[in-house]
């Protein structure tokens, strides 16, 4: 008997196929677990294209895949000259919210990490994952209602959801779009107001202290469609629940600050009067497909 034939196909027949090896570097139902807004997943970026400044994508698992579209502050990663985002790269979603517009399941990946840029192949085969009805289960038997950010409907209570760390901002409700006014019509004589701008200016994080006490000011500069813009101003709790998430050049739905008359001699904005924001205000970020958000943004002076 032929003991070391025997032993070599004994030997080969434990070892795990080259597909089976290639399928453990993704997340298993890692397309799932994205709809579910699980952190962390890792998936192989396939069919990539452009959509203007912002790039589209599908992300798969191996068995599935799901149409992602990837937010302006991740575009470089495409275009970046050091381990981009290419054909078949291989990516950690660290964080993502699931849209659901017009019969359909989107993911947006806010903030991912290149764990292979230049990988050969797509992995696996993968299929489309089953479209889940709004507000339903996937196969996991995980919600993949999108993101209410805290607004219910009127006569009913939005979902309670634990908010992921650093998620206080959210996209906005494809089916419940705030209904914003301009700029140039705040008045303080109004509470019920919200503005869709575009953040232009961030400035630094400042320490204070007066005779009240110290803490932390951060002031933003946010323009709509029509080019007026308005100063925002945050302090303490607000500063670090809304300060580490707001960027330069993303397109806001603000509201719930409070309104009053602008030092003129500091404020260079058009309106009249300057925000103040506080931890109880509403920011929600706009859709990726936004009108405003696909405007490109205004080049800032260095």
Partial sequence: RNWAFESRRQFSSEQPSQSAREMEMLTQGG???LRSETAGVVVQVVKISSAGSRYRARLSDGTRWVEAMFASQLSGYFT???EPIVENS????????????????????SEAEVIESAYGSAIGGGRAAPRTPHGGKGESGESTTPSTCGVASRGEEAA????????AIRYARA?????????????????????????????????????RGTGTLLKVTFEDAAGDDVEAVMFKEAVTKWGPEL????????????????????????????????????IERALEDDDLVRREAPATAT
């Fill in 175 to 211: 089916d419940k779009l705030p209904s914003a006014v301009p700029v140039a019509r705040l008045n303080p004589y109004s509470n019920r107001w919200t503005i869709k701008a575009r953040l232009t200016h961030k400035g630094e994080v400042v320490e204070y202290s007066n005779q």
């Fill in 31 to 33: 397309v799932e677990k």
């Fill in 80 to 82: 970046r000259e050091d």
């Fill in 247 to 282: 960027e330069e050049g993303g397109v806001y739905f603000v509201s719930g600050g409070r309104l009053k008359a602008a030092d003129r001699r500091y404020s260079k904005t058009k309106c009249q009067y300057e925000i103040t924001l506080n931890v109880d205000a509403r």
């Fill in 160 to 167: 309670p959801k634990t908010p992921r760390s650093g998620g």
């Fill in 90 to 109: 291989i990516v950690r979603v660290v964080r993502s919210q699931t849209m659901a517009k017009d019969g359909s399941e989107k993911v947006i990946v």
